[in-house]
C-alpha cells in the first residue's frame, strides 16, 4: 500500500516565495482530467482578500491521481494543517504549513470510505475528533502521545453523523446526523457525555457546522434549504442569515466577523459579514471546491488547559465543568478517574473470521480502508469449524464442530471450551443474545433446533417444508428466519416464533434461488440474496427492495454492520463488502488465512438486550421520535404542529375556515395556514401528506384542497382533515406547476411546465373536472400561449378570461410573457410581453387589475395591457394574492410570506422571524367571499362535461380524446389515431387524442415526407395523411434509364390536362351561375383590411343595435368574387354549399376543424373522407318549412307583396339605400320587399321615403299594412349611437370607433315603434349584439330571425362565412 503510505506532495507556487503570514484561506479541490487534486491557500485575512489587488493563491498539487479532500482543520499556533482523503480513506497532519515550502505529511488514521467524514481539532489538548458516516460513530484521536490513543465516544442512537465543530474553550462538541430519517444537530462534552439534541425541527442536510467561540454560536449550512443558518450553543434564537435559491451551501467556516462558505452549483466560494449577509468575497472555479478552512489564531485563541492538572494515564478530554480522563479502546476507566484497565484482546468493534483450525479479528475501524490486516488470532488449535457466533458481552464465540457434529463455545478471556449439544448436518447457525438461545438447521432431519447456552437444553423448534439453511434471529422481535429449499425452483423464507408458539409461515416466496439470509437489529430488516441480487424486506415480507446486482456467484456468510453488508463468494477465501450508501463494491483478501468458513461481528453495542428507543415504529412517536438515553426517548412534533396529551401524537393546531392564506412549504413537505385575523399570527400546519408540494388552492364551495407535487408530478386533493386524499392527475413528460379553480363550475385549472428537452414539447394549460369520483381532463393551450415554463395562472369566470404566465428558454435570450384568453382557450392574446420569469399571478376584481411577480418584482395591467409597476425587488418573487388595499408576496431568496402596500409597495410587518418555514414558492388566499360565477354555465350550462365560459356566453367541451356532439352539448365516445407507422416511430410524447398535432421520425433507409413534417389527428381517428405516406424509402443511386423518363412525362402531361379541363368546366359553369342568391348576406375582408363588407341580400339589413364605422355596401356583380380574392363557394347559400359534389374544393379556405368554426355545418370533411357535409338543421329550408312561425310569416309575407302589387313601379331608379339591387328592372320584380321610389317621389307624402321590415315579422301591436310601414335609414358612421362590450375591440356608448376596430353594420330605426329584435335571456339593451365576433368573424343569430326556433344565441364563424339573415 505504497501509495498511502508515500502520498507525494509538492508545490505549484506561483511565487518563489514562502507563506510568512499566519493568516491564510485554504480551499481543496478534487482531481480531474485536467488537474491534480490541490489546496489554494491565500495569504491574508478574508477582508484582506476582498479589496484589491487581487491576492493569487499558493497551489499545492498531489500527484496521486483520485485524492479527493473533504474536511480541513487546522492548528495555526503549531503551523498544522490536518486533512482527510476520501481517496485513500485515512486522515493526514501536515507540518510547516505556512513557514516553508518543504511540508511534511503523514497518515494519522485509516478511516471507512465515507464522503461523510469530517475532522475538528481541539488545539487547547490537541485531540482531533473525527465523524464516520459509515460506522456511525465519533471518534477521538490524542496526538500529544506517540503511543494509539484514539477511542471511540458516542455509537449509539447516531445513524450517520456527519459535520463536526468542537469549542475545547467551553468543553463541548457539536455534530449533524440523520438519524431514522430525522436530521437533528446535537451537542455534548468533549468526553462524549451529557448528550443533547438541540436542533430537530425543520432542517434537512447538514452540509457543515462550524463554531464562533466568541459569540457562543455555531453556523451550518443546510444543502436542501439552501440555508446558512446559526443558533446558539443551546439550540435557541435561531436565525437565517442568508438564503438563496438553487444554491447549494455545502462547507462553512468563520472568523471574527465573517462568514464563509462553498457552494456547490456554480463551484464558488462565498465570503459575508455575519451580521448583514452581505458579500464581500466571491469567486468562481471549473471544479467543486470540498474543503474549507481559515488559517487564523485568532479564531481558536488559546485559553486555560482544562486537563493541565489532571494525570490522566491515558488522555483527557476538557467538559462543560471541568476535564474528563479517556481510555483508549479495549480499556475501561477505573474507579480513580484517571487509571485504564485493559478489557480483553479483541477490538472493542471487530470482524470474526474463522478457518478450520483459528478464529482471527480484523478491527471494524480499519474494515473497507486500503489497510486490512488480521488485527490478532484470537483462537486456534480448533478441529473442523464452521458457522461462527458471539456474545459480546460475555466473550462467548460459538461454533459447530463437524468432525463430531456437536455445537461448542470458547471463551475469549478463559480460553476454556464447552461442548454444548450434538447435531446433524448443519446448515446455518445464529445467536440470540436477549434469550441466550442458539438456533441451527439441520439439512439432513429438515429440523429448526435450539439449544440454551446456559442450560445446554435442546429441543426441536420446528420442521421445514424442504431442506433448512441460512438461520438468522431477530432478537427483540422474537423471530427466527431461514430458507427453506434452497438451490430449488420452490424455496421460501419461512419463520417461526423464538419459543415455537407463533404457527411456521412464509414470508417471501419468488421461485428464484434464495440463499445467504440475514437480518439487521439496527435497521430491521431482512437481508438475503436472490439469483444474484441483494435485497432486503421488513420482517413480514413486506416493502421488499434491491439494493444491488452482485456478481454472478455463491453467496454465503451473509452479514451486515451498520451501513456494510458483508459476504463471502465462490472463493471461499476471499469476502466482500459493499457499502449501502454508495454501494461500492471491493474484494478482500486475508492472506494467509485460508478459506473462510464463518463469520461474525463483534460489537457489544449492537447485541443491546432493549432496542435503542427509536428504532422500532420510530419510538411510538407519530412524528420526531429523539432518544435522550440507550433506553429513553421523548417525542417531538415538526413545526406547525402540536404535541397531544399523550405525549406521542401531533396534530393540527386548529384548522381555519375563513381569512386566511394557504402557504405550500416545498422542503418540508407541509401545507400551512396563516391567519389575516390574527395580530401576530402563527403558521398553523394541516394534517395532509404531501410530497414536496408547489402549489395549492382552497375549494370553499366543496371543502377541498388542491395542490400538485413537484416529486411525483401529480394532483392531488384532500379535505383540510387530511380525509378523502385522492391522486387526480399524473404527468410523465411534464410537472404540474399551479392551479386555479372556477367555483361556480368546479372547474381546476392548471399549468404544467416541460421536463427534459424542452426543444421537443412545451408546458401547457388544462383543466379537470371531477363527476362522481371519475376526473376528466382536457388541455385547452399546448401551442400558441406555450412554453417551456407555464406557471402563474388565473381566471375570471364572470368576464370568461383564462390568464396565465410564461417563460420560454429555447431562445438565445429568456422570453417571458403574460397571455389571455377566454377559458375555453379560444382568442390567445398577449396581454403583456417581455416580463423576466413572470410566475405568480393575481387579481383585483374591484379595479380588475392583474397583478404579476417575476425576478423583477411586481407589476401589474389592466385587461387591455395597460401596465405599471408596484415593487422593483431583486429576490426572485414567484407567487403573490391582493386582499383589500395590501398584497403578500413570496419568493425564492425571500424565505417567508412578506405584505406591503399595494399602491405604494412599502413593507407592513406581520410576521415574526420563522426560520423553520422551508421554500414557499406560492400562495393562495381565502377572504370568505365567493368568486362570482358566469351565468352562462348555471347548472354547467347543460354541458356534459366542460362548461367554459366566454366573454359573451360558453363553450361546451368534453374530455381529451372524447368528440364533442353536434347538439354542442354531449360528449360521444372516445376517438384516438394509431401510435404506429409504418418504417418509423411517432414521438413518445404523442397521445394521438383528437387535434394534436405530432412529430415522428423514420428508420434507417427511410426519409420523412417533407410534404407531411407533423400530422394531426382529425376527429374520425386518422391522420391528416395515410401513414403510408410518412416514411417513405431512400431512393438508391442508379443508372436513370429513358423508359421510366417518358412514362412520367406522359403521366405528368396526362395531369395537367384532366386539372386544365377541370377549370374550365368549373369557370364555365361559374359564369351561368346567377350572381347573387336571395337567402343570405355574406361577410368577408377586402384587400386584408378590418372593414367589414357587406353583400347585400334582397331582404335589406338588420335592424338591430350595432355599430360600425364606414362599412363598405357593395353588390356582387360578376367579378366579385375574383376581384375580392375570395372563394366563389362563399356566396353561396347554405342548401347549395352543404350538397356541392366537390367539396374539396369548395372548401378550399376553411380552416381543417371547420366543423367546429363554421357552425352551419355539423359534421367534418377531411381529404380522407367521401361523405359530404351535411348541412346545419337550423338552416335546412325543409324543416324550417314546418315550423308554424315560418307558415305565419308566409302569410305575411303575401298580404306585402298584395299590397306592393298596387305600388307604382319604376325601372329607371331606385333609392340610393337600396344597394343590394344588382340590375334594374329584373331584381326590382323579384324583390317584392323593397319598394323603389323615382326620385320625385322622394317626398310624396303617398309613399314616403322608407323600406319594409326586411324580417317581414309580425308584431301583436302591429298589422303591416301599407300605412304602417316606416322607414329603415342606413347609417354609414353610426357606432357612438350604440354600445359594445369592451374586450373585442368595440367602443362604449357614445365614443367613436375607428375603422380598424370595426364590427357589423350599424342601422338605426327611424321610429321607435317598430317592434324591437329580442335578445337571448339576461342580455341588456347594451350588452347584447346579435352577432358574436371572433377577429374579423361575424354571425347573425337565428332567434332574432326565426322565432320558434331554438338556436344557440353565440357561434362562431371563420373568416368569409355567411350571416343568415332569414326568409
Same mark, same amino acid.
Given at each position: 500500500?505504497?501509495?498511502?503510505?508515500?502520498?507525494?506532495?509538492?508545490?505549484?507556487?506561483?511565487?518563489?516565495s514562502?507563506?510568512?503570514a499566519q493568516?491564510?484561506?485554504?480551499?481543496?479541490?478534487?482531481s480531474?482530467?485536467?488537474?491534480?487534486?490541490?489546496?489554494?491557500?491565500?495569504?491574508?485575512?478574508?477582508?484582506?482578500?476582498?479589496?484589491?489587488p487581487?491576492?493569487?493563491?499558493?497551489?499545492?498539487?498531489?500527484?496521486l491521481?483520485?485524492?479527493?479532500?473533504?474536511?480541513?482543520?487546522?492548528?495555526?499556533?503549531?503551523?498544522?494543517?490536518?486533512?482527510?482523503?476520501?481517496?485513500?480513506?485515512?486522515i493526514?497532519?501536515?507540518?510547516?504549513?505556512?513557514s516553508?515550502?518543504?511540508?511534511?505529511?503523514?497518515?494519522?488514521?485509516?478511516?471507512?470510505?465515507?464522503?461523510?467524514?469530517?475532522?475538528?481539532?481541539?488545539?487547547?489538548?490537541?485531540?482531533?475528533?473525527?465523524?464516520?458516516?459509515?460506522?456511525?460513530?465519533?471518534?477521538v484521536?490524542?496526538?500529544?502521545?506517540?503511543n494509539?490513543?484514539?477511542r471511540?465516544?458516542?455509537?449509539? @442512537?447516531?445513524?450517520?453523523?456527519?459535520?463536526?465543530?468542537v469549542d475545547?474553550?467551553?468543553?463541548?462538541?457539536?455534530?449533524?446526523?440523520?438519524?431514522?430519517?430525522?436530521?437533528?444537530?446535537?451537542?455534548?462534552?468533549?468526553?462524549?457525555?451529557?448528550?443533547?439534541?438541540?436542533?430537530?425541527?425543520?432542517?434537512?442536510?447538514?452540509g457543515?457546522?462550524?463554531?464562533?467561540?466568541?459569540e457562543?454560536?455555531?453556523?451550518?449550512?443546510?444543502?436542501?434549504?439552501?440555508?446558512?443558518?446559526? &443558533?446558539?450553543?443551546?439550540g /435557541?434564537?435561531?436565525e437565517?442569515?442568508?438564503?438563496?435559491?438553487?444554491?447549494?451551501f455545502?462547507?462553512i #467556516?468563520?472568523?471574527l466577523?465573517?462568514v464563509?462558505?462553498?457552494?456547490?452549483?456554480?463551484?464558488?466560494?462565498?465570503?459575508?459579514?455575519?451580521?448583514?449577509?452581505e458579500d464581500?468575497?466571491?469567486k468562481?472555479?471549473?471544479?467543486?471546491p470540498?474543503?474549507?478552512?481559515?488559517?487564523?489564531?485568532?479564531?481558536?485563541?488559546?485559553?486555560?488547559?482544562?486537563?493541565?492538572? /489532571?494525570?490522566?494515564?491515558?488522555? %483527557?478530554?476538557?467538559?462543560?465543568?471541568?476535564?474528563?480522563?479517556?481510555?483508549?479502546?479495549?480499556y475501561?476507566?477505573?474507579?480513580?478517574?484517571?487509571?485504564?484497565?485493559?478489557?480483553?484482546?479483541?477490538?472493542?468493534?471487530?470482524?470474526?473470521?474463522?478457518?478450520?483450525? *483459528?478464529?482471527?479479528v480484523?478491527?471494524?475501524?480499519?474494515?473497507?480502508?486500503?489497510?486490512?490486516?488480521?488485527?490478532?488470532?484470537?483462537?486456534? @488449535?480448533?478441529?473442523?469449524?464452521?458457522?461462527?457466533?458471539?456474545?459480546?458481552?460475555?466473550?462467548?464465540?460459538?461454533?459447530?464442530?463437524?468432525?463430531?457434529?456437536?455445537?461448542?463455545?470458547?471463551?475469549?478471556?478463559?480460553?476454556?471450551?464447552?461442548?454444548?449439544?450434538?447435531?446433524?448436518?448443519?446448515?446455518?447457525?445464529?445467536y440470540?443474545?436477549?434469550?441466550?438461545n442458539?438456533?441451527?438447521t439441520?439439512?439432513?432431519?429438515?429440523?429448526?433446533?435450539?439449544?440454551?447456552?446456559?442450560?445446554?437444553?435442546?429441543?426441536?423448534?420446528?420442521?421445514?417444508?424442504?431442506?433448512?439453511?441460512?438461520?438468522?434471529?431477530?432478537?427483540?422481535?422474537?423471530?427466527?428466519?431461514?430458507?427453506s429449499?434452497?438451490?430449488?425452483?420452490?424455496?421460501?423464507?419461512?419463520?417461526?416464533?423464538?419459543?415455537?408458539?407463533?404457527e411456521?409461515?412464509?414470508? #417471501?416466496?419468488?421461485?428464484n434461488?434464495?440463499?445467504?439470509?440475514y437480518?439487521d437489529t439496527?435497521?430491521?430488516?431482512?437481508?438475503?440474496?436472490?439469483?444474484g441480487?441483494?435485497?432486503?424486506?421488513?420482517?413480514?415480507?413486506?416493502?421488499?427492495? !434491491?439494493h444491488k446486482?452482485?456478481?454472478?456467484?455463491?453467496?454465503?456468510?451473509?452479514?451486515?454492520?451498520?451501513?456494510?453488508?458483508?459476504?463471502?463468494?465462490?472463493?471461499?477465501?476471499?469476502?466482500?463488502?459493499?457499502?449501502?450508501?454508495?454501494?461500492?463494491?471491493?474484494?478482500?483478501?486475508?492472506?494467509?488465512?485460508?478459506?473462510?468458513?464463518?463469520?461474525?461481528?463483534?460489537?457489544?453495542?449492537?447485541?443491546?438486550?432493549?432496542?435503542?428507543?427509536?428504532s422500532?415504529?420510530?419510538?411510538?412517536?407519530?412524528?420526531v421520535?429523539?432518544?435522550?438515553?440507550?433506553?429513553?426517548?421523548? &417525542?417531538?412534533?415538526?413545526?406547525?404542529?402540536t404535541l397531544?396529551?399523550?405525549?406521542?401524537?401531533?396534530?393540527?393546531k386548529?384548522?381555519?375556515? @375563513?381569512?386566511?392564506?394557504?402557504?405550500?412549504?416545498?422542503?418540508?413537505?407541509?401545507?400551512?395556514?396563516?391567519?389575516?385575523?390574527?395580530?401576530?399570527?402563527?403558521?398553523?400546519?394541516?394534517?395532509?401528506?404531501v410530497?414536496?408540494?408547489?402549489?395549492?388552492?382552497?375549494?370553499?364551495?366543496?371543502?377541498?384542497?388542491y395542490?400538485?407535487?413537484?416529486?411525483?408530478?401529480?394532483?392531488?386533493?384532500?379535505?383540510?382533515?387530511?380525509?378523502q386524499?385522492?391522486?387526480?392527475?399524473?404527468?410523465?413528460?411534464?410537472?404540474?406547476?399551479?392551479?386555479?379553480?372556477?367555483?361556480?363550475?368546479?372547474?381546476?385549472?392548471?399549468t404544467?411546465?416541460?421536463v427534459?428537452?424542452? =426543444?421537443?414539447?412545451?408546458?401547457k394549460?388544462?383543466?379537470?373536472?371531477?363527476?362522481q369520483d371519475?376526473?376528466y381532463?382536457?388541455?385547452?393551450?399546448?401551442?400558441?400561449g406555450?412554453?417551456d415554463?407555464?406557471?402563474g395562472?388565473?381566471?375570471?369566470?364572470?368576464?370568461g378570461?383564462?390568464?396565465?404566465?410564461?417563460?420560454?428558454?429555447d431562445?438565445?435570450t429568456?422570453?417571458?410573457?403574460i397571455?389571455?384568453?377566454?377559458?375555453?382557450?379560444?382568442?390567445?392574446?398577449?396581454?403583456?410581453?417581455?416580463?423576466?420569469?413572470?410566475?405568480?399571478?393575481?387579481?383585483?376584481?374591484?379595479?380588475?387589475?392583474?397583478?404579476?411577480?417575476?425576478?423583477?418584482?411586481?407589476?401589474?395591467?389592466?385587461?387591455?395591457?395597460?401596465?405599471?409597476?408596484?415593487?422593483?425587488?431583486?429576490?426572485?418573487?414567484t407567487?403573490?394574492?391582493?386582499?383589500?388595499?395590501?398584497?403578500?408576496?413570496?419568493?425564492?431568496?425571500?424565505r417567508?410570506?412578506?405584505?406591503?402596500?399595494?399602491?405604494?409597495?412599502?413593507?407592513?410587518?406581520?410576521?415574526?422571524?420563522?426560520?423553520?418555514?422551508?421554500?414557499?414558492?406560492?400562495?393562495?388566499?381565502?377572504?370568505?367571499?365567493?368568486?362570482q360565477?358566469?351565468?352562462? &354555465?348555471?347548472?354547467? +350550462?347543460?354541458?356534459?362535461?366542460?362548461?367554459?365560459?366566454?366573454?359573451?356566453?360558453?363553450? %361546451?367541451?368534453?374530455?381529451?380524446?372524447?368528440y364533442?356532439?353536434?347538439? +354542442?352539448?354531449? &360528449?360521444g365516445?372516445?376517438?384516438?389515431?394509431?401510435?404506429?407507422?409504418?418504417?418509423g416511430?411517432?414521438? =413518445?410524447?404523442?397521445?394521438?387524442?383528437?387535434g394534436e398535432?405530432?412529430?415522428?421520425?423514420?428508420?434507417?433507409?427511410?426519409?420523412?415526407?417533407?410534404?407531411?413534417?407533423?400530422?394531426? %389527428?382529425?376527429?374520425?381517428?386518422?391522420?391528416?395523411t395515410?401513414r403510408?405516406?410518412?416514411?417513405?424509402?431512400?431512393s =438508391?443511386?442508379t443508372? #436513370?434509364?429513358?423508359?421510366?423518363?417518358?412514362?412520367?412525362?406522359?403521366?405528368?402531361?396526362?395531369?395537367?390536362?384532366?386539372?386544365? #379541363?377541370?377549370?374550365?368546366? %368549373?369557370?364555365?359553369?361559374?359564369?351561368r351561375?346567377?350572381?347573387?342568391?336571395?337567402?343570405?348576406?355574406?361577410?368577408?375582408?377586402?384587400?386584408?383590411?378590418?372593414?367589414?363588407?357587406?353583400?347585400?341580400?334582397?331582404?335589406?339589413?338588420?335592424?338591430?343595435?350595432?355599430?360600425? !364605422?364606414?362599412?363598405?355596401?357593395?353588390v356582387?356583380p360578376?367579378?366579385?368574387?375574383?376581384?375580392n380574392?375570395?372563394?366563389?363557394?362563399?356566396l353561396?347559400?347554405?342548401?347549395?354549399?352543404a350538397r356541392?359534389p366537390?367539396?374539396?374544393?369548395?372548401?378550399?379556405?376553411?380552416?381543417?376543424?371547420?366543423?367546429?368554426?363554421?357552425?352551419?355545418?355539423?359534421?367534418?370533411?377531411g381529404?380522407?373522407?367521401?361523405?359530404?357535409?351535411?348541412?346545419?338543421?337550423y338552416m335546412?329550408?325543409?324543416?324550417?318549412?314546418?315550423?308554424?312561425?315560418y307558415k305565419q310569416?308566409?302569410?305575411?309575407?303575401?298580404?306585402?307583396?298584395?299590397?306592393?302589387?298596387?305600388?307604382?313601379k319604376?325601372?329607371?331608379?331606385?333609392?340610393?339605400?337600396?344597394?343590394?339591387?344588382?340590375?334594374?328592372?329584373?331584381?326590382?320584380?323579384?324583390?317584392?320587399?323593397?319598394?323603389p321610389?323615382h326620385e320625385?317621389?322622394?317626398?310624396?307624402s303617398?309613399?314616403?321615403?322608407?323600406?319594409?321590415?326586411?324580417?317581414?315579422?309580425?308584431?301583436?301591436?302591429?298589422?303591416f299594412?301599407?300605412?304602417?310601414?316606416?322607414p329603415?335609414?342606413?347609417?354609414?358612421?353610426?357606432?357612438?349611437?350604440?354600445?359594445?362590450?369592451?374586450?373585442?375591440?368595440h367602443?362604449?356608448?357614445?365614443?367613436?370607433?375607428?375603422?380598424?376596430?370595426?364590427?357589423?353594420?350599424?342601422?338605426?330605426?327611424?321610429?321607435?315603434?317598430?317592434?324591437?329584435?329580442?335578445r337571448?335571456?339576461?342580455?341588456?339593451?347594451e350588452?347584447?349584439?346579435?352577432?358574436?365576433?371572433?377577429?374579423?368573424? *361575424?354571425?347573425?343569430?337565428?332567434?332574432?330571425?326565426?322565432?320558434?326556433?331554438?338556436?344557440?344565441?353565440?357561434?362562431?364563424?371563420?373568416?368569409?362565412?355567411?350571416?343568415?339573415?332569414?326568409?
Amino acid at each position: 500500500m505504497a501509495r498511502v503510505w508515500h502520498l507525494m506532495v509538492y508545490l505549484l507556487a506561483r511565487s518563489l516565495s514562502t507563506l510568512s503570514a499566519q493568516e491564510a484561506l485554504i480551499i481543496s479541490f478534487q482531481s480531474s482530467a485536467n488537474n491534480n487534486a490541490s489546496l489554494y491557500t491565500y495569504r491574508g485575512t478574508v477582508e484582506q482578500l476582498s479589496k484589491p489587488p487581487n491576492i493569487q493563491p499558493v497551489v499545492t498539487s498531489f500527484s496521486l491521481a483520485g485524492v479527493t479532500i473533504t474536511s480541513l482543520t487546522s492548528d495555526p499556533s503549531n503551523d498544522v494543517l490536518f486533512f482527510y482523503d476520501y481517496y485513500t480513506q485515512a486522515i493526514y497532519q501536515m507540518s510547516n504549513f505556512t513557514s516553508s515550502s518543504v511540508r511534511q505529511t503523514i497518515m494519522l488514521q485509516s478511516v471507512p470510505s465515507s464522503i461523510n467524514t469530517n475532522i475538528a481539532f481541539d488545539w487547547i489538548t490537541q485531540n482531533l475528533y473525527c465523524t464516520d458516516g459509515h460506522l456511525g460513530w465519533i471518534f477521538v484521536i490524542n496526538l500529544a502521545s506517540a503511543n494509539d490513543m484514539r477511542r471511540i465516544l458516542l455509537d449509539t @442512537n447516531m445513524e450517520s453523523p456527519k459535520a463536526i465543530t468542537v469549542d475545547p474553550t467551553e468543553g463541548f462538541m457539536f455534530w449533524g446526523d440523520n438519524y431514522r430519517g430525522s436530521t437533528r444537530i446535537e451537542r455534548a462534552d468533549l468526553s462524549g457525555e451529557f448528550r443533547q439534541v438541540i436542533v430537530s425541527i425543520s432542517i434537512l442536510s447538514i452540509g457543515d457546522i462550524s463554531v464562533d467561540v466568541q459569540e457562543n454560536r455555531i453556523y451550518w449550512t443546510d444543502t436542501i434549504r439552501n440555508t446558512i443558518e446559526r &443558533c446558539m450553543y443551546d439550540g /435557541k434564537q435561531r436565525e437565517i442569515i442568508h438564503h438563496q435559491n438553487n444554491y447549494f451551501f455545502s462547507k462553512i #467556516v468563520t472568523d471574527l466577523i465573517h462568514v464563509c462558505v462553498t457552494e456547490d452549483y456554480l463551484d464558488r466560494l462565498i465570503c459575508m459579514y455575519k451580521g448583514s449577509s452581505e458579500d464581500v468575497l466571491s469567486k468562481r472555479y471549473g471544479r467543486q471546491p470540498y474543503g474549507l478552512e481559515i488559517f487564523d489564531s485568532s479564531r481558536k485563541p488559546p485559553a486555560s488547559d482544562k486537563c493541565a492538572l /489532571k494525570t490522566c494515564q491515558h488522555f %483527557c478530554a476538557p467538559t462543560a465543568t471541568g476535564a474528563t480522563c479517556l481510555c483508549k479502546n479495549g480499556y475501561t476507566l477505573q474507579g480513580d478517574g484517571t487509571s485504564c484497565t485493559a478489557d480483553h484482546d479483541v477490538p472493542v468493534k471487530g470482524l470474526l473470521l474463522g478457518n478450520r483450525t *483459528h478464529v482471527c479479528v480484523i478491527d471494524l475501524m480499519n474494515l473497507m480502508t486500503n489497510l486490512q490486516k488480521l488485527h490478532s488470532c484470537l483462537l486456534d @488449535n480448533l478441529k473442523d469449524l464452521t458457522f461462527l457466533s458471539v456474545d459480546a458481552r460475555t466473550l462467548d464465540v460459538f461454533y459447530v464442530d463437524t468432525g463430531t457434529n456437536s455445537l461448542k463455545s470458547v471463551n475469549l478471556q478463559t480460553r476454556s471450551t464447552t461442548y454444548l449439544t450434538s447435531t446433524g448436518l448443519v446448515s446455518g447457525l445464529a445467536y440470540d443474545w436477549f434469550g441466550r438461545n442458539l438456533y441451527w438447521t439441520e439439512k439432513d432431519t429438515k429440523k429448526i433446533k435450539l439449544v440454551t447456552v446456559a442450560t445446554r437444553a435442546s429441543s426441536d423448534l420446528g420442521t421445514s417444508t424442504l431442506s433448512p439453511s441460512d438461520v438468522t434471529v431477530d432478537p427483540h422481535g422474537r423471530t427466527v428466519y431461514w430458507i427453506s429449499g434452497p438451490g430449488t425452483s420452490q424455496n421460501t423464507i419461512q419463520a417461526i416464533s423464538t419459543n415455537g408458539s407463533m404457527e411456521q409461515s412464509e414470508i #417471501v416466496s419468488t421461485g428464484n434461488s434464495l440463499t445467504a439470509l440475514y437480518y439487521d437489529t439496527l435497521g430491521n430488516r431482512l437481508y438475503w440474496v436472490e439469483d444474484g441480487a441483494l435485497k432486503s424486506s421488513l420482517g413480514s415480507g413486506s416493502d421488499i427492495t !434491491v439494493h444491488k446486482i452482485l456478481a454472478a456467484q455463491y453467496h454465503s456468510q451473509l452479514l451486515v454492520y451498520k451501513r456494510y453488508v458483508v459476504w463471502v463468494g465462490s472463493a471461499s477465501s476471499q469476502f466482500h463488502t459493499m457499502s449501502m450508501e454508495n454501494k461500492q463494491l471491493k474484494t478482500l483478501d486475508v492472506d494467509g488465512f485460508g478459506d473462510i468458513t464463518g463469520m461474525a461481528v463483534f460489537d457489544k453495542s449492537m447485541q443491546t438486550l432493549e432496542p435503542e428507543p427509536c428504532s422500532v415504529l420510530n419510538g411510538g412517536c407519530s412524528q420526531v421520535c429523539i432518544p435522550t438515553s440507550d433506553t429513553e426517548r421523548r &417525542c417531538a412534533c415538526t413545526f406547525g404542529f402540536t404535541l397531544q396529551p399523550d405525549q406521542a401524537s401531533c396534530k393540527s393546531k386548529q384548522v381555519l375556515t @375563513n381569512n386566511f392564506l394557504l402557504v405550500p412549504d416545498l422542503n418540508h413537505a407541509r401545507l400551512y395556514q396563516l391567519s389575516l385575523d390574527a395580530v401576530s399570527p402563527e403558521f398553523l400546519a394541516l394534517d395532509i401528506q404531501v410530497d414536496r408540494p408547489v402549489d395549492a388552492v382552497y375549494d370553499a364551495i366543496n371543502q377541498f384542497i388542491y395542490w400538485t407535487e413537484a416529486n411525483l408530478n401529480v394532483i392531488k386533493r384532500a379535505k383540510p382533515d387530511g380525509s378523502q386524499t385522492q391522486t387526480l392527475l399524473t404527468f410523465s413528460q411534464e410537472y404540474p406547476e399551479r392551479l386555479a379553480i372556477d367555483s361556480g363550475t368546479g372547474n381546476v385549472f392548471y399549468t404544467t411546465s416541460a421536463v427534459g428537452d424542452t =426543444s421537443e414539447r412545451d408546458g401547457k394549460v388544462g383543466v379537470l373536472r371531477i363527476i362522481q369520483d371519475h376526473v376528466y381532463n382536457k388541455v385547452l393551450i399546448k401551442d400558441q400561449g406555450a412554453a417551456d415554463f407555464v406557471q402563474g395562472l388565473l381566471v375570471y369566470p364572470k368576464k370568461g378570461f383564462l390568464i396565465w404566465s410564461v417563460t420560454d428558454f429555447d431562445s438565445t435570450t429568456v422570453v417571458g410573457a403574460i397571455y389571455k384568453s377566454f377559458m375555453d382557450g379560444s382568442s390567445v392574446t398577449v396581454l403583456v410581453s417581455d416580463v423576466n420569469r413572470p410566475q405568480g399571478l393575481t387579481m383585483d376584481y374591484t379595479t380588475e387589475r392583474v397583478y404579476w411577480s417575476s425576478y423583477e418584482g411586481i407589476g401589474y395591467t389592466d385587461l387591455f395591457g395597460n401596465k405599471g409597476t408596484v415593487l422593483q425587488s431583486s429576490k426572485q418573487l414567484t407567487d403573490l394574492v391582493v386582499s383589500s388595499n395590501v398584497i403578500y408576496y413570496t419568493g425564492r431568496n425571500t424565505r417567508n410570506v412578506v405584505k406591503i402596500d399595494k399602491t405604494t409597495g412599502a413593507n407592513i410587518h406581520w410576521l415574526e422571524s420563522t426560520p423553520e418555514v422551508g421554500n414557499v414558492i406560492s400562495l393562495d388566499i381565502y377572504t370568505g367571499q365567493q368568486q362570482q360565477a358566469n351565468i352562462n &354555465c348555471a347548472n354547467n +350550462g347543460m354541458c356534459d362535461v366542460f362548461c367554459l365560459p366566454t366573454h359573451l356566453g360558453k363553450s %361546451c367541451a368534453c374530455q381529451d380524446g372524447v368528440y364533442l356532439q353536434p347538439d +354542442g352539448l354531449s &360528449c360521444g365516445s372516445s376517438v384516438r389515431c394509431e401510435a404506429i407507422i409504418p418504417n418509423g416511430l411517432i414521438s =413518445s410524447f404523442c397521445t394521438g387524442v383528437v387535434g394534436e398535432t405530432c412529430t415522428y421520425q423514420c428508420n434507417s433507409g427511410y426519409h420523412k415526407n417533407t410534404e407531411h413534417s407533423t400530422i394531426t %389527428c382529425l376527429s374520425a381517428g386518422t391522420w391528416t395523411t395515410l401513414r403510408t405516406n410518412l416514411c417513405l424509402v431512400d431512393s =438508391s443511386p442508379t443508372t #436513370v434509364t429513358t423508359l421510366p423518363v417518358i412514362v412520367g412525362v406522359v403521366v405528368a402531361a396526362a395531369f395537367v390536362i384532366v386539372i386544365i #379541363v377541370i377549370v374550365v368546366v %368549373c369557370v364555365w359553369k361559374r359564369k351561368r351561375k346567377p350572381q347573387g342568391y336571395p337567402d343570405s348576406m355574406y361577410l368577408s375582408s377586402i384587400n386584408g383590411m378590418n372593414i367589414p363588407t357587406v353583400v347585400q341580400n334582397q331582404y335589406g339589413l338588420t335592424d338591430d343595435n350595432l355599430g360600425a !364605422v364606414s362599412p363598405q355596401l357593395v353588390v356582387t356583380p360578376s367579378d366579385y368574387a375574383e376581384k375580392n380574392k375570395i372563394n366563389p363557394a362563399y356566396l353561396y347559400p347554405p342548401e347549395v354549399r352543404a350538397r356541392c359534389p366537390s367539396p374539396d374544393h369548395v372548401y378550399a379556405e376553411l380552416p381543417p376543424a371547420y366543423s367546429q368554426t363554421d357552425p352551419n355545418f355539423i359534421n367534418p370533411m377531411g381529404s380522407e373522407h367521401e361523405d359530404i357535409a351535411q348541412p346545419n338543421p337550423y338552416m335546412d329550408p325543409e324543416l324550417i318549412a314546418d315550423n308554424d312561425s315560418y307558415k305565419q310569416l308566409q302569410q305575411e309575407r303575401k298580404k306585402r307583396r298584395s299590397l306592393l302589387e298596387n305600388s307604382p313601379k319604376s325601372n329607371s331608379s331606385y333609392h340610393q339605400n337600396d344597394s343590394s339591387m344588382m340590375d334594374n328592372d329584373r331584381r326590382a320584380h323579384e324583390n317584392p320587399y323593397l319598394l323603389p321610389v323615382h326620385e320625385s317621389e322622394a317626398t310624396s307624402s303617398k309613399y314616403g321615403k322608407y323600406e319594409i321590415d326586411h324580417r317581414g315579422l309580425k308584431s301583436s301591436k302591429h298589422n303591416f299594412d301599407a300605412s304602417e310601414f316606416k322607414p329603415y335609414q342606413i347609417q354609414q358612421d353610426t357606432a357612438s349611437a350604440y354600445s359594445r362590450p369592451n374586450d373585442i375591440g368595440h367602443s362604449p356608448k357614445g365614443q367613436s370607433v375607428n375603422s380598424g376596430e370595426a364590427r357589423g353594420l350599424a342601422i338605426q330605426q327611424s321610429n321607435s315603434d317598430l317592434p324591437s329584435p329580442s335578445r337571448p335571456h339576461g342580455y341588456t339593451n347594451e350588452s347584447y349584439s346579435p352577432y358574436v365576433t371572433s377577429q374579423s368573424n *361575424h354571425r347573425r343569430s337565428l332567434q332574432d330571425s326565426l322565432p320558434g326556433i331554438n338556436t344557440p344565441p353565440s357561434q362562431q364563424l371563420s373568416g368569409h362565412d355567411y350571416i343568415e339573415l332569414g326568409r
